[in-house]
């Protein structure tokens, strides 16, 4: 793996640690931290500051039993959680999303597939698989958009974006991300708010695929 160059924000690893985030952005950050130990050390950073403060607050009085129960919950605060294991190109809390078996991927025209992992009120979260030099067609953001690459790499008007780097695109983000040679581009991507395309064709079949 070439040296991972856009990473998440630090106020997103915050988020995150204080389990405020959305599952679909959970799912990409947990990803991206177990991938990289940048973030894993930042994110430990954050975590560490909240257990602090907890242990803080032994003046008041509560029994042991409530104290050790709270501490115990807060152990697992939030899901989905970093897992340091990869099955091939899937960091762990991919393949606990995907019940550890295989993505069911379905065409999308063009050579590109996705496999949608939750699609729900607060956002939807899928891996995607472009082919080498295939484009996504162009489009903006009405939400945030977190898209984090596995496997090959894809660029856009923004730069270069190869394995284990994360696109963090919003509102003033309008692009076209095309993969780059070599493997196919596969990647996890988290929206809260449907994707706005430019062109007719995607913008009809929209509904139906439900990017
Ligand atoms: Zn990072
Ligand atoms: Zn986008």
């Known amino acids: 793996m070439t040296a991972i160059t856009h990473h998440i924000s630090d106020a997103m690893l915050a988020a995150y640690a204080a389990g405020n985030l959305p599952t ?23 975590q560490a500051v909240g257990g602090v403060m907890l242990e803080d607050s032994r003046s008041v009085r509560v029994s042991d039993t409530l104290r050790s129960g709270v501490l115990d919950m807060l152990d697992d ?26 993505p069911r991927w379905k065409s999308l025209g063009m050579g590109v597939r996705q496999s949608i992992l939750s699609d729900g009120d607060e956002g ?8 080498p030099g295939q484009a996504v067609p162009e489009h903006s953001h009405s939400g945030l958009e977190l ?14 974006f190869g394995v284990g780097d994360v696109e963090i695109g919003d509102e003033a983000l ?30 009809l079949l929209q509904p139906f695929f439900r990017i």
């Open 77 to 102: 605060p939030y899901s989905p959680e970093p897992v340091y294991e990869r099955t091939g190109i899937y960091p762990g809390p991919i393949m606990q999303a995907l019940k550890g078996k295989a």
């Open 24 to 46: 679909p952005f959970a799912l990409v950050v947990a990803s991206h931290v177990s991938l990289c130990a940048e973030c894993r050390a930042a994110l430990e950073a954050h």
């Open 124 to 131: 939807s979260v899928r891996l995607l698989f472009i082919p």
């Open 174 to 203: 309008e692009h076209t991300p095309i993969a780059g040679a070599g493997d196919p581009c596969i990647c996890l991507a988290a929206t809260d708010a449907p994707l706005r395309f430019n062109a007719m064709i995607p913008r």
């Open 147 to 160: 898209t984090l690459v596995l496997q090959g790499s894809f660029s856009d008007e923004t730069g270069y």
